[in-house]
T-cell receptor
Framework: GNSVTQMEGPVTLSEEAFLTINCTYTATGYPSLFWYVQYPGEGLQLLLKATKADDKGSNKGFEATYRKETTSFHLEKGSVQVSDSAVYFCALIAASGGSYIPTFGRGTSLIVHP | EPEVTQTPSHQVTQMGQEVILRCVPISNHLYFYWYRQILGQKVEFLVSFYNNEISEKSEIFDDQFSVERPDGSNFTLKIRSTKLEDSAMYFC??????????????FGPGTRLTVT
């Protein structure tokens, strides 16, 4: 079956530090890959996505590259801000029999200190 | 910007009681979903709903669970006889379309269900 593994949190950083949140996956077929973010008290929001190998998704300074050879989709940001404090979820959709239900990881909490 | 809303934000109930979690999807969306996340675990799919019927469900979605769209705006998840292990955050989501591609799902803020 499909699965997503994320690094354990919380990840605690100082403002302007470099961020990496690791995500690896197993999937049947050729999945699309996603990062969602959940700010306190809000729902999950799509942050970025990539639909084929070597694609780079980017949004709000965050980036992730679809690496088929390592089955990874690590999230990076060069300089984090306090407002980036949230929970980040890696997810995949591997369409099977017409199903487009995402498989999520456990989420990684990011805490950014001033 | 339109958003998915859920009520209540936190529900405490005793084991064996029935609970109904409510969601108001985005108004022009046609596909509706429920997910849950047990504390510290991954977000798990429960059920999807389209055209007034269930289109997919997971193994978690057993006979204790049911979904309904009682009117043109609400989408509800009912748990008939809650168990301790039903304690989790429940997320509702909606999307404009589903077939033909992974269209973005818009999530609500969640309802935290605590079963005592």
């Amino acid at each position: 079956g499909n699965s997503v593994t994320q690094m354990e949190g919380p990840v605690t950083l100082s403002e302007e530090a470099f961020l990496t949140i690791n995500c690896t996956y197993t999937a049947t077929g050729y999945p699309s890959l996603f990062w969602y973010v959940q700010y306190p008290g809000e729902g999950l929001q799509l942050l970025l996505k990539a639909t084929k190998a070597d694609d780079k998704g980017s949004n709000k300074g965050f980036e992730a590259t679809y690496r088929k050879e390592t089955t990874s989709f690590h999230l990076e940001k060069g300089s984090v801000q306090v407002s980036d404090s949230a929970v980040y979820f890696c997810a995949l959709i591997a369409a099977s029999g017409g199903s487009y239900i995402p498989t999520f990881g456990r989420g990684t909490s990011l805490i950014v200190h001033p | 910007e339109p958003e998915v809303t859920q009520t209540p934000s936190h529900q405490v109930t005793q084991m064996g009681q029935e609970v109904i979690l409510r969601c108001v999807p985005i108004s022009n969306h046609l596909y509706f979903y429920w997910y849950r996340q047990i504390l510290g675990q991954k977000v798990e799919f429960l059920v999807s709903f389209y055209n007034n019927e269930i289109s997919e469900k997971s193994e978690i979605f057993d006979d204790q669970f049911s979904v309904e769209r009682p009117d043109g705006s609400n989408f509800t998840l009912k748990i008939r006889s809650t168990k301790l292990e039903d304690s989790a955050m429940y997320f509702c989501a909606s999307s404009e379309r589903s077939a033909g591609g992974p269209y973005e799902q818009y999530f609500g803020p969640g309802t935290r269900l605590t079963v005592t």
